[in-house]
């Protein structure tokens, strides 16, 4: 699956659909830690008249964290592969 990446001033975004289906996580998911964020920040993304689009960057610099008490942090590298 070819994910679309848009150029905007230079830089790189992954629409926030495609962003979801390379980390494995749901639409609605992705969409909250955009608004919300998790227990470290938000996800920086940029609110488009298309929708939504996350920064190509969040990819690998994000920290997601894992669910329950003990919020373990883990990363994505560039392919989507979570390390």
Known sequence: MTRKVVSINGKDYYTLRDFANLVKLSYYTVDGLALYGNSRRKLRSYKASGGRLVLKSELTDFPFV??????????FDEKGKRV
């Open 66 to 75: 894992t669910r329950g008490g003990d919020h373990e942090e883990y990363h």
